[in-house]
Structures are given as structure tokens and as C-alpha cells.
């Protein structure tokens, strides 16, 4: 990556060790390491990122590609890459699409819910005036 070589570390080593110190040095060495971690951890996502970005516009251009040629005549594998894609929007909106037996279900407890609190309530009532009265009594 950088081109350096043993006698160049065994250098460094020693400047590091004449300026930090035998106490300070592995703490030093620690904290570099730890951020050339990072830094190739964020050089990994980026490189992950930028990929996905060229996977997708590659299959932007399939389709605009396939829209524009018709989809009788197309290559395999841009046939292939419109049924994922077709696929994949599915999915994404499946979840959320609502069928009316769905709704009328869903509605039914509700208004079954709104009677209930009102008998509950009537039955609380009793409880409370009758508990008052033998406190009265």
C-alpha cells in the first residue's frame, strides 16, 4: 500500500520509541491502529456504496433501454434484470395494498369496541353508586 519497507518500519520504530517514550508507545501505536481501522472500514462502506449506486443505474438504463425498444426484443439478461426489478416493486408495495374483506374486518371490532365502553362504563357506575352506599350506611 505504501511502499515501505522493513528497514523503514525498524526506523520509525526507533524515532517513535526516542520521542514517546517505552510507557507512551503502545498506547500510540493502539490509537493509529485503531484509526487505520476506521479508515478502512469507510473506505469499504464507499467502495460498497458506489457499487450498489452502478448496479442501480445500470438497471435504470436496462429499462430505459428495454421502454424504448419495446419489450418483445430483448436480451436475456436484460429480460432478467426487468422481471427482478419487477419483482423487487412488488414486494416493496405488496405490504401496504389493502383488499376491502381486509377493511371491513378490520372495522367491525371497532364498532363493536364503541358499544362496549358505554355497558362497562354503565356497570362501573352501579359498582361505584353501590359501594357509596354501604359507606353511606
Known amino acids: 500500500m505504501f511502499d515501505i519497507g522493513f528497514w523503514e518500519i525498524i526506523l520509525i520504530s526507533i524515532i517513535g520509541l526516542v520521542v514517546l517514550g517505552p510507557e507512551r508507545l503502545p498506547t500510540a501505536i493502539r490509537s493509529v491502529m485503531r484509526g487505520i481501522n476506521t479508515a478502512k472500514g469507510m473506505a469499504n462502506v464507499v467502495k460498497t456504496e458506489i457499487s450498489q449506486e452502478l448496479k442501480l443505474h445500470e438497471m ?48 367491525k371490532p371497532a364498532q363493536q369496541s364503541e358499544t362496549d365502553p358505554i355497558e362497562e362504563n354503565s356497570i362501573l357506575d352501579k359498582t361505584s353508586a353501590s359501594q357509596q352506599q354501604d359507606k353511606s350506611e
Open 60 to 107: 435504470n438504463e436496462n429499462m430505459i433501454k428495454a421502454s424504448k425498444q419495446g419489450l418483445s426484443d430483448l436480451d436475456p439478461q436484460l429480460q432478467q434484470s426487468i422481471d427482478e426489478m419487477k419483482e423487487a416493486a412488488q414486494e416493496v408495495t405488496r405490504p401496504y395494498q389493502v383488499n376491502d374483506e381486509d377493511l371491513a374486518q378490520s372495522l
